[in-house]
Structures are given as structure tokens and as C-alpha cells.
């Protein structure tokens, strides 16, 4: 069954350092995700994007965050400069068409941890 | 703003038993949800869907339950097994493509 991939499963960086975690979508999906999880805590919704823009952002998703989708497989997060509050698990997911009638369906998540 | 919550953070029940995992959500407005289990270290896994244009869908082991005049939704686990151990969340759908998550409720079964 085809899945969302994410790489790396941790990332440990030291804050003020940019970072780039990785997502490869189910080929076939059309739309795109980011969601964040602190230890403990609910999933919160970071971005959607969809027709290579960014459909809904969350108030957590402020201008050190950005997405891009390069190549037509791979999509990222890039942080800009870390923050020590950004250590959380970060997972992508994707959904094939609209939310209506598809759930979406998550990777396993990389693990960032900033020191 | 309206959220989608749960009523108990943890659960325990023999392994055999049946479980009841309950979610309260407030916009009287949605019409998706959806359950999911997440293991340990793992990303969030789809169980089942439920639209609320009807009020009960089963799957394998798993119901689920939709009460729109209370807004309520719950999973039915039925005979746990070991593996059901895992933390699960209801989810709503907002919006157009925006997936919402509750709580969720850690059940822990026990042998």
C-alpha cells in the first residue's frame, strides 16, 4: 500500500539554525500537509497546500516557517532559525482529493529536537 | 474558536473486553470526521470515517458512532487485543481541507 515517507527520523540542531524536514506525498495525492505534535499533545495543523500554494496556514505557521514542493514529489518544511519551543514531532500527510471524501494519511513523523 | 475535544484522557480494559472512546465536537456545522490510532513513534493511522449524513458505520473490530443532536461521536473497539494499545483522536474536517484534531484518549489494554 503506498505511503507518505518522511526523512530524516530525527533532526537534532541547535537553535538559530535553519532546518529542512522532507516529505515524499502518495504519487497520486493532491493535496499536501504539515502538521506539528509536542510531547504529549494533540496533533495541531501547521499548513495546507494545494495547485502549489499554500491553501490555509495556522497561526503557528508564522514567516520563520515556509513549504515548497520542487520537484513534483518531494515536499518540505524549512524553519528558518529555530527556536527551542519548535522541538516537537513534525508530520506531513497527504489526501488524493477533496476532504470531503478522502482522509488524509500521515508518514511517521521526523522527530526535531532543538538545543 | 470551535474544537473538536474528548471527554477521558486515558483508558484501560481487560484484553477481550470492548471499548468506548467518546469525542464532543462543537460546530454543529461538520460534516466529516474521522478516527484515527496512533501508536508510539508512529504518525497518526486512518481507522474509519464517518459523514454525517448517517449515524453508525462499522469496520473490522470498529464502529463508529455519530449523535448530532448532542454532538457526539465515540469508537466502539470490540474484543481488544494487545495491539489496540495506542492513543486514538477524532478529527473533524474545517473548512474546506483542513483537518482538526481532539485530545485524544490513551487506552492501555491490559492482558
Redesign the interface.
Known amino acids: 500500500e503506498p505511503e507518505v515517507t518522511q526523512t530524516p527520523s530525527h533532526q537534532v540542531t541547535q537553535m538559530g539554525q535553519e532546518v529542512i524536514l522532507r516529505c515524499v506525498p502518495i504519487s497520486n495525492h493532491l493535496y499536501f500537509y504539515w502538521y506539528r505534535q509536542i510531547l504529549g499533545q494533540k496533533v495541531e495543523f501547521l499548513v495546507s497546500f494545494y495547485n502549489n500554494e499554500i491553501s490555509e496556514k495556522s497561526e503557528i505557521f508564522d514567516d520563520q516557517f515556509s513549504v515548497e514542493r520542487p520537484d513534483g514529489s518531494n515536499f518540505t518544511l524549512k524553519i528558518r532559525s529555530t527556536k527551542l519551543e519548535d522541538s516537537a514531532m513534525y508530520f506531513c500527510a497527504s489526501m488524493g482529493q477533496s476532504s470531503y471524501n478522502s482522509p488524509l494519511h500521515f508518514g511517521n513523523g521526523t522527530r526535531l529536537t532543538v538545543t | 474558536g470551535e474544537s473538536v475535544g474528548l471527554h477521558l484522557p486515558t483508558l484501560s480494559v481487560q484484553e477481550g473486553d470492548n471499548s468506548i472512546i467518546n469525542c464532543a465536537y462543537s460546530n454543529s456545522a461538520s460534516?466529516?470526521f474521522?478516527w484515527?490510532k496512533?501508536e508510539s513513534?508512529?504518525?497518526?493511522?486512518?481507522i474509519i470515517?464517518i459523514r454525517s449524513n448517517m449515524d453508525k458505520r462499522q469496520g473490522q473490530r470498529v464502529t463508529v458512532l455519530l449523535n448530532k443532536t448532542v454532538k457526539h461521536l465515540s469508537l466502539q473497539i470490540a474484543a481488544t487485543q494487545p495491539g489496540d494499545s495506542a492513543v486514538y483522536?477524532c478529527a473533524e474536517?474545517q473548512?474546506?481541507?483542513?483537518?482538526?484534531?481532539?485530545?485524544?484518549t490513551r487506552l492501555t489494554i491490559n492482558p
Open positions: 460534516d466529516y474521522i484515527y496512533q513513534g508512529k504518525g497518526p493511522q486512518f470515517d483522536f474536517i473548512g474546506a481541507q483542513k483537518l482538526v484534531f481532539g485530545q485524544g
